[in-house]
């Protein structure tokens, strides 16, 4: 508790003597970045409600076929991914069947060698 009130009391009387404050700039700066973000997150929701078709009566020609072309990548991509999982799934299907037709030709032989 001392040494915190020693500490204040150095920074107070620089504070009045040199006229500058410390924390001011650092707050400025801080308040700035936080203002950024804000206008940034701002931006980005309203980018969000327009690619969900939501307020883009505001939208001129140009930022529309944008916005087009940005949901168009987007379902290719989409399309993409969905093409790859469904022929992962069809190689899995045929690996099973195969497997299955291996498993009961096992089974055949065990039976006829058990006879």
Excluded at 7 to 31: C, F, M, P, R, V
Excluded at 33 to 49: A, F, T
Excluded at 68 to 76: F, K, P
Aim: proline share 1%.
């Amino acid at each position: 508790m001392f040494g915190s009130l020693l500490l204040t009391d150095i920074l107070d009387k620089y504070h009045k003597q040199s006229g500058k404050k410390l924390w001011d700039a650092k707050h400025e700066n801080l308040s700035n970045e936080i203002e950024r973000i804000k206008k940034e997150n701002d931006n980005m929701q309203v980018e969000l409600r327009h690619l969900k078709g939501e307020d883009i009566t505001s939208l001129n020609p140009k930022e529309l076929i944008l916005l087009e072309e940005a949901l168009e990548n987007g379902l290719s991509s989409i399309r993409e991914m969905q093409m790859e999982y469904l022929n992962i799934a069809t190689r899995n299907t045929e690996m099973l069947e195969e497997e299955n037709k291996h498993l009961a030709l096992v089974l055949v032989r065990m039976f006829y060698v058990n006879l």
